[in-house]
Structure formats: C-alpha cells, structure tokens
C-alpha cells in the first residue's frame, strides 16, 4: 500500500510540475525584439551630438518594451526596404511615424492608429505676408518635402499647386527647413509633428500657421502580417500608456503638444 501510494504521490508530483512549474511557451519575456528605424527622421528617430539613437518614437519604444518585460534593438533601415526587411525577419517591427495607407496593409499587420498627421503651413516668425490659410498662398513661393505626406497633400490641393508663384521639393527636410530660414521660399508645407517640434527647438524662428485640412494620415506600429500576438501584446501596453498618461507626457516632451491619440 505504501508503495501505491508513494508512485501516486510521484505521478500525481510530475503532472502539477508540467502543468504550473514552467513557463508558457508563449511567453516572451526576456526575448529580443528588432524594430526597423530610420535614424535620420527627426524628432521621430535621429542621432544626437553623442551618436545616440533618441527620438520621441524612441522614447515610446523603449517604455513598451520595459512593461512588457522584453528587449527592444532598434536597426536603421533603408526605408525604402522597409517591406523586405520585415519579410526577410531582419526585423520585426517598424515603429517610426508609419502611415498607415490600403497598400502597406498588404504585408504590414498594424496596431490602432495612435496619431493623427496633419498637415500645417509653417512660416517665419513675424511673417508679414498675412498668410493664415491655403489661400493666401497664390503668389508666393511654396516648399515641401520630396516623398512626404506634405508633398502628397501638395499634389491633391489646386489651391496652392495652381495658386504658388513656385513649387520647391526638397529630398531632405532640414534643406526645406533652411530655405524658410533663409527666405529662399516663403512657407513651407509639412507634417504637424516635424512642426511643431521645430518650434519647440526654435521658438523664435518659426510660426505655425494652424490650416484645417481634409488630409489627415493616421499613424500606427507595424508588424508581419502572421504575427498577431505580439501586434496584440504591445498594442495592451501601449493602451495602458495612454490611459495612464506616459504617451501623453512622450509627446509633450517632444512637441511642446499632445498629439496623442487613443482610436477603438
């Protein structure tokens, strides 16, 4: 009897260790994520003085991660790769002012959309030329940034295409950035977010000129199409975020601004 009951004891031992004595297989903590950046994007992703990676999408990725308990490996990418890259599992994340367009859900899984990116018109701090709205800029000379919402937005409008004295496309944003400064054109068509963020860095130099357009991107994380549980894992935490108020504080430290948004 002793003997039955000792293998029972064992049996019995050996079942509630399989079941609750390890960890899922599904867990992930302690696991390395890679999120796919473009480290010249600034404030999104960028290099400081120091050659750290900093960025207010930085700032996002890093709290999530932490919450989750997982490591997060930022990896420059050529942007223009960014398909391959996820594809290929080089990376497995794109965290990075993605917009979220019908041809990238193709292979792109996202999270909600987490911001709204609206398009403003941007001038030089005491502009005199009365420029308040999209139609106050016929005859004058309007810039943009190649490949950019900005220039999407540019496209789509007649007022300002047919209206401009001139249409001047910049490849890099700090070119457009410094023919504002310089006067080379007299307003400049971009992202809120960049904005916004260039006047919090130069409060005397630049002025928002707060246009209501009807072409609002939407922002969101990206993820392989197949990999629906971590989508859903960063997706509880970075909820939590803003229910909490850290995403919000990210923004305000970036953007003088809470661009935030929290989308069912």
């Known amino acids: ?35 796919g950046v473009d480290d010249d994007f600034a404030p999104i992703a960028f290099r400081d003085a120091n050659g750290n990676l900093v960025g207010f999408e930085i700032d996002l990725a890093k709290e999530t991660g932490r919450r989750m308990g997982v490591r997060f490996e ?9 398909r391959q890259e996820l594809e290929s599992g080089n ?14 859900k193709e292979y792109i899984l996202y999270s909600k959309p987490y911001m709204d990116d609206r398009q403003i018109l941007l001038v030089k701090k005491g502009d005199t030329q009365n420029i308040r709205s999209e139609g106050d800029l016929a005859g004058k000379v309007v810039g943009t940034q190649a490949g ?15 209206g401009a004295l001139k249409l001047k496309i910049y490849d890099k944003f700090k070119d457009a950035i410094n023919a504002l400064k310089s006067g080379e054109i007299n307003v400049l068509v971009c992202d809120e977010m960049i904005a916004r963020y260039e006047m919090k860095n130069q409060p005397d130099t630049f002025e928002i000129v707060d246009v209501h357009s009807d072409y609002v991107t939407e922002m969101g994380i990206g ?12 997706q509880k935490v970075f909820d939590e975020m803003i229910a909490d108020g850290t995403a919000k504080e990210i923004s305000e430290k970036w953007f003088d601004a809470d661009l935030i948004v929290h989308k069912k």
Do not use: H
């Open 148 to 162: 950019s919402a900005a220039e999407t937005y540019v496209n789509r409008n007649e007022d300002i295409k047919l």
């Open 74 to 82: 930022f990896k420059p990418i050529d942007w223009n790769n960014k």
């Open 91 to 104: 990376i497995d994340i794109i965290w990075n002012g993605l917009d979220i367009t019908d041809e990238r």
């Open 223 to 234: 993820f392989r199409k197949d990999d629906t549980e971590l989508r859903d894992r960063v």
């Open 1 to 35: 009897m002793k003997k039955i009951f000792l293998t029972t004891l064992l049996l019995v031992t050996m079942i509630l260790t399989a079941c609750g004595g390890q960890q899922s297989s599904d867990d992930i903590r302690d696991k390395t994520f890679v999120i």
